[in-house]
């Protein structure tokens, strides 16, 4: 599915609420690292509830949907668009957010916006007034990291990435790449809110949203079977 | 937001199933005891270059199919996805990380629904299965064997919905896995179940005497409804190259024909064995397993010879699927059964006393 340049008001029409006056309302769901679950609307986090722990996601994802709904007293038919943080992750976590993200934009009839999980993390960084380039940084386990580079903000104060999501061996990120960088963010957290503003700012800027698929960046672990071992010696 | 705790339709629920325990992705729709769809969407293909189920292959597949599956099952059964009463999901037993992919989505699907959620064991599903054929409600108690390439168990059903008893199980490979590793010997290609069905047939199953496992009186001592198929699917790989170190020609047909013969024997000697001992005159068969044609005919005979009813669901129904587990959901509701809360995960090895995790 290619989700490219949905207009704003196009998202608007697909599921306005009733009695209150609902413009635009995007839950997000990122479990690129661990759980993080938001509801924005119009640039402001209405809810955030997240949970660190990396082995755990399907078991709280629903409870952390639920929480967000909840605090911000918003219904799930209120949702008008739901933002899939696709990655760059270890993959089994990863699948539950992507699957939980589509699931509901399937159940509730919405649009499902596909993110790099990377973007919320830049976005995250440069609302605390920060500019210039940075180099993001999450952990791919098995001593490997997941990067992307930005030059800084946009006009529309969208993080530009021009490089990445990559997959490097720890120590193998390229060293033209840090000489460019002088920030070198090592995120242990990606914030479904800052996902889903920066989703809200390229939908209001008519940027074009990326391919909905997850962002593994590594090839199932298997080998191919070269036929059956002896049993006789 | 409240979640939605009661159920408004206990006599005949309109269940969405959603399973993603092994290789197929499957999404079921049941009005009470009336399928209305049966969606599954495999991701086989894709394992037969390894010879079998790769686990992470098959969890990136649930997530690609996941969502079409679900609309196309809804398009079929021609409801709407606000008509339904309960969403139902496999919570275990299976490969953990497929079985995430569709815990994940039925939660979030019933939250955007606002619609209670139930999450039910595989296994026991499989014996829910048999309530949308068309043999009538299933008759209580009954053994059943589930054979497939995930599972070989033999269960003790005193009630579906609260009283499912592990009798045995296997102990190494399932039967499943059993078919496809002689077919590798064989040079046949994954799956090796319909390969060895079809070379089976030009052979005699009389013709060599593999073992049958745990059969000997010392094991059934201990293992009396247990099941080994490793030491078979060795003891055919070592008759097989024994005669090509020979340059002997193999047999191809009295191999498969023999090795199909000590797994069909020994998993029907075994479940009659529990009919006899518990003395229940019932026996039913799930899995994909129950494809095989000579584990169907050799349970029509061993059923009548014992005098035990054999029950067979539609093959459909028999390998994975989301309807099974929409059935088993319905079963509980109109039971009586309260939802799911919302903190359960994936647990691979869930028990199946355990029917629903609350
Ligand atoms: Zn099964």
Known sequence: ?233 | MSRATHILNREAPLVLGIETSCDETGIGIVRGRKLLANVISSSMDEHARYGGVVPEVAARAHVEAITPAIRQAVAEAGIRLSDLDAVAVTCGPGLAGALMVGVAAAKALAISLDKPLFAVNHLVGHVGADVLGEEGPLEYPTIALLVSGGHTSLLLVRDLVSDVELLGETIDDAAGEAFDKVARVLGMPYPGGPHIDRLAATGSPTAIRFPRGLSQPKDMAAHRYDFSFSGLKTSVARWVEIRRDAGEEIPLGDVAASFREAVADVLLTKAIAACSDFNVPRLLLGGGVVANARIRELAGQKCADAGVTLRVPPLALCTDNGAMIAALAAELIMAGAQPSGMDFGADSTLPVTTIQIL
């Open chain 1, 1 to 233: 599915m290619i989700l490219l340049n949905p207009a704003p008001s196009q998202l608007r029409a697909t599921g306005l609420a009733g009695a209150r006056s609902l413009d635009f309302v995007i839950l997000a769901i990122d479990t690129s690292a661990g759980t993080s679950v938001a509801l924005v609307e119009n640039g402001r986090i209405l809810a955030e509830h997240s949970v660190i722990d990396t082995m755990r996601h399907a078991e709280v994802v629903g409870a952390l949907i639920l929480e967000c709904l909840t605090s911000a007293d918003i219904l799930a038919t209120d949702v008008t668009a739901v933002v899939a943080g696709m990655g760059p992750g270890p993959f089994t976590g990863l699948r539950v957010g992507i699957a939980a993200a589509e699931a509901f934009s399937v159940g509730a009839n919405i649009t499902l916006l596909p993110m790099v999980s990377h973007d919320g993390i830049a976005t995250a960084h440069y609302a605390g007034g920060a500019r210039g380039p940075i180099t993001v940084v999450t952990d791919a386990r098995r001593r490997e990291l997941y990067w992307s580079t930005y030059s800084g903000l946009n006009a529309h104060e969208l993080p530009q990435r021009i490089s990445g999501p990559n997959l490097a061996k720890q120590a193998e990120v390229p060293a033209e790449v840090l000489g460019l960088t002088p920030f070198i963010l090592e995120a242990t957290e990606v914030s479904a809110g800052a996902l889903a503003i920066t989703a809200e700012r390229m939908a209001t800027a008519g940027e074009p949203f990326g391919t909905f698929r997850a962002l593994y960046l590594r090839s199932p672990d298997v080998t191919l079977s070269k036929g059956p071992k002896r049993v006789v010696q």
